[in-house]
């Protein structure tokens, strides 16, 4: 069932449970960032580094096998850019 | 309702006495209690157990104070219990001794029929060890036959030792046979 | 059925067993043992097919108790006093989580000094944390509630654990006859357990969340809401027993109430020796009676409101086994003064504490009980501090 | 000398990644810091541990930032009931599965994980009583200790897994004291005390290692205990681009030396000349204060350790050797 943030005490199943799973996927922490990853895809290699060491998961792979962030879910730690072989990560500035 | 308090030594089975007397009157559609005084004693310590028997339910659940019958599973503890106390002045006092009856009476608020065997000396002949709760019931039946059918006692008796079931019931028995009820 | 003498912790064992209980968690502390021994014992010898978990502590016992029951097996456990206490953290959770364990706990004091002997301070500690909590007088009554216990908790509707008390020793140590069943007898009568959330991979849902302040306070209303309706629970299961096997509890239990003046309140095995003691003071003129309070939660207001406020009763001696430290003393009095506080024909309440720490209460104990009562009627006076009886001063 | 034999190492090349699972049963959205090791080593082990897997979470940093009502990161079962008795959960649940399929109410030949997630305080302090009886008993049950080194989802205090010298908030370095003044409880040797199958350290810095000891744990039957290092950029005071890089280093140093223990037989599964400590502790504003004499301090006992680690592999290898496990 859709759960509401903030429900009526009738609308909670019992004992506060979820039956969504993994509906956190809904909660965008993509506004968490101030600085934020940008693949140059022209030096990327596509060994899916950015990916595997990505606490967020918000790099998804493309159809030609380059991994993309997600900035809705990208919390701009930086890891990415510090971990890519290819040095092809840099971290912007995220109003730019 | 009738009220037993048994005297023992932990580890000498007072409560297994004060159990199987409750049982076979369970068994004949009698009320019946049976429990121990909850201390924390240990193997060797003077212990209580009692026993309570009634044709109507049984609702109180307090130790027994006033018993109407008392009984003794170890002769030291003659010295050392007031096993007497509160007993009934028509009560009866079962007891393990060696002794006469003389000798007993003697003793500091001894009062009641007195029902004597010397249950040491059968069990250790009949069983070999100084563990007297059986044999104890025989002399108890003896004192007060309307107490429990002798029979459903044996029982239950030889459900609990199922391995000297034999040898229990006949000391059992030679207590009844050789208990002196001494007015 | 058939009766049989039995040892009433084995009785309320047996009474675990015949409701197929899937998990045990227990870990020992008198006077509670036996109960889980024989549980062992007859998952040792093959009689009952459950796993029997030798926990570490009581915190760990309800822990699993817990996480079985979540995962979908049929939980028990059963403490005591020390161990009641140190699962507190759990069993407060246990309801919040709506996990319906059973629990039988042979009520001790609480240390110090340490006493392994029976009051109610223990289930007093746990009054508000959830649980549906039930008490039996006498080794029948142990038996038939545990049994239903499983019944009640595990009911859609409610879905809370039930603890079930009995005062230690004084019900869990003595032989007395029971009538038992057979399994034929009520196979139909416990339904299979079935936890509409339970943990599973092919239905995953996540349980025990963060509770913002946004939430918290919905939360603990549905748990409030599931509690009280719980007792319409409680009275079908309690009824389609007495239909079915002829023996009837009752929320709240009278005994000569209806025309006493003075009733003494009271919950676990001293409600039938206070009993005897109304048999044997009538013969001799005494208007008294006994009330006894066996639902303890969900409290049972309207019930007992029907029963003390019947224009006969003028005073209520309400007798506690535990002790509210600097407040009103006795717990279970301010709960009853307070359920009839709007009352117009309210009796007047006392309070009076006996039978601490293993203490046995006897006879003109309790006609002492009564005789507080008739001294506060004649002097029109509701003291505001619990006697206690029974103490040497 | 006898010939250790070690696993493969994984590290064929850079592109070994893909091979990881791309299935994430611990999913965004969860509300763990930039940077967060922790976060990442449980997406690993999940990849590691697959669909038919229950996890028990105690109270922690994983369990806060993964479940505020309406939301959680978990697509597999989940439970938190408590901070300390995670692994009393687990039992309970692993009890509850064994009678369920020996009553055919669930399908006994189908594969059910029980993983618990519990940080360094819920194991190495409060939790250790539940985790000892759990493994005592030997439940089917892996428990994976994500080790960030203090209380990090109260404010940074001290647990006893804080390493020795580390400021944290209960900790402090101060004129007259240097921080954390006691050697980190050595849980993973605890845990091979008991006796329990397979015991192992792990680094989402190496995950390839990480997801193939997570497989191996659940492979085995019983308990097994996975000690997850979790670098806290947050808690540790490094930059969380650097989280990734700080475990590698811890690895590298010997601070946090890779190895499992198979029914008793050890084997490092990172065994190079080791990089001076100092590289791994300078970065870090919790360790910032340390005096030359400390850092000679903890180097020392760092390389006293790898060496004891080196023996007891050696020791428990040679083909004489006979594990309590029987195996």
């Given at each position: 069932m859709r759960l509401k943030e903030r429900p009526k005490w009738q609308e909670l199943l019992p004992g506060c449970v979820i039956d969504e799973p993994g509906n956190s996927v809904n909660y965008k922490t993509g506004d968490w960032k101030t600085l934020k990853p940008v693949v140059d895809k022209q030096k990327c290699i596509r060994c899916g580094t950015c990916w595997i060491f990505c606490p967020e998961y918000a790099y998804e792979e493309d159809e030609y096998g380059y991994f993309n962030p997600n900035y809705d879910y990208c919390k701009g730690c930086g890891i990415c850019a510090v971990e890519c072989p290819a040095r092809c990560i840099r971290m912007e500035r995220e109003e730019e | 309702m009738v009220e037993i308090r048994f005297h023992g030594r932990g580890g000498q089975g007072a409560v297994t006495s004060a159990e199987i007397l409750a049982l076979a009157v369970i068994e004949e559609g009698r009320y019946a209690q049976a429990f121990p005084a909850f201390g924390a004693e240990r193997r060797g310590a003077p212990v209580l157990a009692f026993t309570r028997i009634s044709d109507e339910p049984i609702k109180i659940r307090i130790g027994i104070y006033e018993p109407d019958i008392v009984v003794v599973l170890d002769p030291t503890l003659l010295k050392s219990v007031p096993v007497f106390s509160g007993l009934k002045d028509n009560g009866l006092a079962v007891i393990n001794t060696n002794k006469g009856a003389e000798e007993i009476r003697k003793i500091e608020g001894a009062k009641g029929t007195l029902v004597l065997v010397d249950a040491t000396k059968i069990a250790l002949e009949e069983l070999g060890v100084p563990i007297t709760n059986v044999v104890m019931l025989g002399a108890l039946l003896k004192g007060k036959p309307e107490l429990a059918k002798m029979e459903l006692v044996e029982k239950f008796i030889a459900e609990r030792f199922p391995k000297l079931a034999e040898q229990e019931i006949k000391a059992f028995r030679r207590a009844y046979e050789e208990a002196r009820v001494e007015g | 059925m058939k009766r049989v003498g039995i040892e009433v912790s084995i009785a309320i064992a047996e009474a675990a067993a015949l409701a197929e209980v899937e998990v045990v968690s227990a870990y020992p502390i008198t006077p509670q043992t036996h109960i889980v021994e024989h549980l062992a014992e007859l998952v040792a010898n093959g009689e009952l097919n459950a796993e029997f978990i030798t926990v570490e502590s009581e915190h760990t016992a309800m822990s699993?108790?817990?996480?079985?029951?979540?995962?979908?097996?049929?939980?028990?456990?059963?403490?005591?006093?020390?161990?009641?206490?140190?699962?507190?953290?759990?069993?407060?959770?246990?309801?919040?989580?709506?996990?319906?364990?059973?629990?039988?706990?042979?009520?001790?004091?609480?240390?110090?000094?340490?006493?392994?002997?029976?009051?109610?301070?223990?289930?007093?500690?746990?009054?508000?944390?959830?649980?549906?909590?039930?008490?039996?007088?006498?080794?029948?009554?142990?038996?038939?509630?545990?049994?239903?216990?499983?019944?009640?908790?595990?009911?859609?509707?409610?879905?809370?654990?039930?603890?079930?008390?009995?005062?230690?020793?004084?019900l869990t140590h003595?032989?007395?006859?029971?009538w038992m069943f057979d399994k034929e007898e009520v196979k139909d009568f416990l339904p299979p357990y079935e936890h509409p959330y339970k943990l599973d991979v092919d239905r995953p849902t996540s349980h025990g969340p963060v509770g913002l302040p946004d939430i918290y306070t919905e939360a603990k209303k549905q748990q409030e809401e599931a509690i009280r309706n719980s007792r319409k629970i409680i009275d079908a299961v309690w009824d389609e027993f007495a239909e079915r096997f002829g023996r009837r509890y009752r929320a709240v239990e009278e005994y000569y109430a209806d025309d006493a003046e003075i009733v003494l309140l009271t919950q676990g095995s001293v409600t039938e020796a206070a009993q005897v003691v109304v048999d044997e003071m009538r013969k001799r003129g005494k208007k008294w009676g006994v009330v006894e309070l066996r639902l303890w939660r969900p409290f049972p207001f309207e019930d007992l409101k029907k029963v003390l406020c019947n224009n006969n009763i003028k005073c209520v001696v309400v007798l506690d086994r535990a002790i509210s430290f600097g407040g009103q003393l006795g717990i279970v009095m301010s709960e009853v003064r307070s359920a009839l506080y709007h009352e117009k024909n309210k009796p007047m309440v006392v309070g009076v504490t006996a039978g601490l720490g293993g203490r046995d209460i006897r006879f003109d104990e309790y006609v002492k009980m009564y005789e507080i009562g008739e001294k506060c009627l004649k002097e029109e006076k509701e003291p505001d501090k619990v006697i206690i009886v029974g103490l040497r001063e | 000398m006898i010939e250790v034999k070690r696993p493969k190492e994984a590290f064929l090349s850079v592109f070994a990644y893909r091979m990881a699972p791309k299935e994430e049963l611990f999913t965004r959205g969860h509300r763990a810091c930039q940077g967060c090791g922790a976060a990442l080593g449980l997406r690993h082990v999940m990849k590691a541990a697959g669909r038919n897997t229950i996890v028990v979470n105690a109270t922690g940093c994983m369990e806060i930032v993964s479940s505020p009502y309406p939301y959680t990161s978990w697509a597999v079962p989940w439970i938190h009931v408590a901070f300390e008795n995670a692994a009393a959960v687990a039992s309970g649940i692993d009890a509850a599965i064994k009678v369920l399929k020996r009553k055919g109410k669930l399908d006994p030949n189908k594969k059910i994980n029980i993983v618990v997630f519990a940080g360094d305080g819920g194991t190495a302090d409060?939790?250790?009583?539940?985790?000892?009886?759990?493994m005592a008993r030997g439940h089917n049950v892996l428990y994976v200790c994500y080790d960030n080194e203090a209380y990090m989802n109260t404010g940074v205090q001290g647990s006893s897994a804080t390493p020795y010298g580390a400021h944290t908030t209960t900790t402090p370095a101060g004129k007259v004291k240097f921080g954390q003044g006691y050697w980190k409880k050595n849980l993973p040797e605890i845990a091979v005390a008991h006796g329990i199958p397979y015991v192992a350290t792990v680094c989402p810095s190496f995950p390839l290692d990480l997801i193939r000891k997570v497989k191996r744990a659940l492979e085995l039957p019983g308990a097994a205990y996975i000690h997850l290092f979790a670098v806290c950029p947050t808690g540790w005071g490094i930059p969380p681009a650097y989280a990734v890089k700080a475990g590698r280093l811890a690895v590298e140093t010997g601070i946090f030396p890779l190895y499992e223990v198979e029914y008793g037989r050890y084997r490092l599964t990172f065994d190079k000349k080791l990089k001076p400590v100092e590289e791994y502790l300078k970065f870090q504003r919790r360790f910032r204060h340390l005096t030359p004499d400390l850092i000679k301090t903890i180097q020392e006992r760092v390389d006293a350790e790898f060496a004891r680690l080196r023996v007891m592999e050696e020791a428990t290898n040679r083909p004489d050797y006979r594990s309590v496990s029987g195996i």
């Amino acid at each position: 069932m859709r759960l509401k943030e903030r429900p009526k005490w009738q609308e909670l199943l019992p004992g506060c449970v979820i039956d969504e799973p993994g509906n956190s996927v809904n909660y965008k922490t993509g506004d968490w960032k101030t600085l934020k990853p940008v693949v140059d895809k022209q030096k990327c290699i596509r060994c899916g580094t950015c990916w595997i060491f990505c606490p967020e998961y918000a790099y998804e792979e493309d159809e030609y096998g380059y991994f993309n962030p997600n900035y809705d879910y990208c919390k701009g730690c930086g890891i990415c850019a510090v971990e890519c072989p290819a040095r092809c990560i840099r971290m912007e500035r995220e109003e730019e | 309702m009738v009220e037993i308090r048994f005297h023992g030594r932990g580890g000498q089975g007072a409560v297994t006495s004060a159990e199987i007397l409750a049982l076979a009157v369970i068994e004949e559609g009698r009320y019946a209690q049976a429990f121990p005084a909850f201390g924390a004693e240990r193997r060797g310590a003077p212990v209580l157990a009692f026993t309570r028997i009634s044709d109507e339910p049984i609702k109180i659940r307090i130790g027994i104070y006033e018993p109407d019958i008392v009984v003794v599973l170890d002769p030291t503890l003659l010295k050392s219990v007031p096993v007497f106390s509160g007993l009934k002045d028509n009560g009866l006092a079962v007891i393990n001794t060696n002794k006469g009856a003389e000798e007993i009476r003697k003793i500091e608020g001894a009062k009641g029929t007195l029902v004597l065997v010397d249950a040491t000396k059968i069990a250790l002949e009949e069983l070999g060890v100084p563990i007297t709760n059986v044999v104890m019931l025989g002399a108890l039946l003896k004192g007060k036959p309307e107490l429990a059918k002798m029979e459903l006692v044996e029982k239950f008796i030889a459900e609990r030792f199922p391995k000297l079931a034999e040898q229990e019931i006949k000391a059992f028995r030679r207590a009844y046979e050789e208990a002196r009820v001494e007015g | 059925m058939k009766r049989v003498g039995i040892e009433v912790s084995i009785a309320i064992a047996e009474a675990a067993a015949l409701a197929e209980v899937e998990v045990v968690s227990a870990y020992p502390i008198t006077p509670q043992t036996h109960i889980v021994e024989h549980l062992a014992e007859l998952v040792a010898n093959g009689e009952l097919n459950a796993e029997f978990i030798t926990v570490e502590s009581e915190h760990t016992a309800m822990s699993a108790a817990l996480g079985a029951s979540l995962a979908g097996a049929r939980a028990f456990t059963s403490t005591s006093s020390q161990g009641l206490a140190l699962m507190n953290e759990i069993v407060y959770i246990t309801s919040s989580m709506r996990a319906p364990v059973v629990m039988a706990l042979a009520n001790r004091s609480l240390s110090a000094p340490i006493s392994i002997w029976n009051d109610h301070s223990d289930v007093m500690n746990e009054r508000d944390t959830g649980w549906i909590s039930i008490f039996a007088n006498n080794g029948q009554e142990a038996y038939d509630l545990t049994f239903m216990a499983f019944k009640i908790g595990e009911h859609p509707n409610v879905l809370l654990p039930v603890m079930i008390n009995f005062d230690g020793f004084i019900l869990t140590h003595v032989i007395e006859p029971v009538w038992m069943f057979d399994k034929e007898e009520v196979k139909d009568f416990l339904p299979p357990y079935e936890h509409p959330y339970k943990l599973d991979v092919d239905r995953p849902t996540s349980h025990g969340p963060v509770g913002l302040p946004d939430i918290y306070t919905e939360a603990k209303k549905q748990q409030e809401e599931a509690i009280r309706n719980s007792r319409k629970i409680i009275d079908a299961v309690w009824d389609e027993f007495a239909e079915r096997f002829g023996r009837r509890y009752r929320a709240v239990e009278e005994y000569y109430a209806d025309d006493a003046e003075i009733v003494l309140l009271t919950q676990g095995s001293v409600t039938e020796a206070a009993q005897v003691v109304v048999d044997e003071m009538r013969k001799r003129g005494k208007k008294w009676g006994v009330v006894e309070l066996r639902l303890w939660r969900p409290f049972p207001f309207e019930d007992l409101k029907k029963v003390l406020c019947n224009n006969n009763i003028k005073c209520v001696v309400v007798l506690d086994r535990a002790i509210s430290f600097g407040g009103q003393l006795g717990i279970v009095m301010s709960e009853v003064r307070s359920a009839l506080y709007h009352e117009k024909n309210k009796p007047m309440v006392v309070g009076v504490t006996a039978g601490l720490g293993g203490r046995d209460i006897r006879f003109d104990e309790y006609v002492k009980m009564y005789e507080i009562g008739e001294k506060c009627l004649k002097e029109e006076k509701e003291p505001d501090k619990v006697i206690i009886v029974g103490l040497r001063e | 000398m006898i010939e250790v034999k070690r696993p493969k190492e994984a590290f064929l090349s850079v592109f070994a990644y893909r091979m990881a699972p791309k299935e994430e049963l611990f999913t965004r959205g969860h509300r763990a810091c930039q940077g967060c090791g922790a976060a990442l080593g449980l997406r690993h082990v999940m990849k590691a541990a697959g669909r038919n897997t229950i996890v028990v979470n105690a109270t922690g940093c994983m369990e806060i930032v993964s479940s505020p009502y309406p939301y959680t990161s978990w697509a597999v079962p989940w439970i938190h009931v408590a901070f300390e008795n995670a692994a009393a959960v687990a039992s309970g649940i692993d009890a509850a599965i064994k009678v369920l399929k020996r009553k055919g109410k669930l399908d006994p030949n189908k594969k059910i994980n029980i993983v618990v997630f519990a940080g360094d305080g819920g194991t190495a302090d409060i939790g250790l009583q539940a985790l000892s009886g759990m493994m005592a008993r030997g439940h089917n049950v892996l428990y994976v200790c994500y080790d960030n080194e203090a209380y990090m989802n109260t404010g940074v205090q001290g647990s006893s897994a804080t390493p020795y010298g580390a400021h944290t908030t209960t900790t402090p370095a101060g004129k007259v004291k240097f921080g954390q003044g006691y050697w980190k409880k050595n849980l993973p040797e605890i845990a091979v005390a008991h006796g329990i199958p397979y015991v192992a350290t792990v680094c989402p810095s190496f995950p390839l290692d990480l997801i193939r000891k997570v497989k191996r744990a659940l492979e085995l039957p019983g308990a097994a205990y996975i000690h997850l290092f979790a670098v806290c950029p947050t808690g540790w005071g490094i930059p969380p681009a650097y989280a990734v890089k700080a475990g590698r280093l811890a690895v590298e140093t010997g601070i946090f030396p890779l190895y499992e223990v198979e029914y008793g037989r050890y084997r490092l599964t990172f065994d190079k000349k080791l990089k001076p400590v100092e590289e791994y502790l300078k970065f870090q504003r919790r360790f910032r204060h340390l005096t030359p004499d400390l850092i000679k301090t903890i180097q020392e006992r760092v390389d006293a350790e790898f060496a004891r680690l080196r023996v007891m592999e050696e020791a428990t290898n040679r083909p004489d050797y006979r594990s309590v496990s029987g195996i």
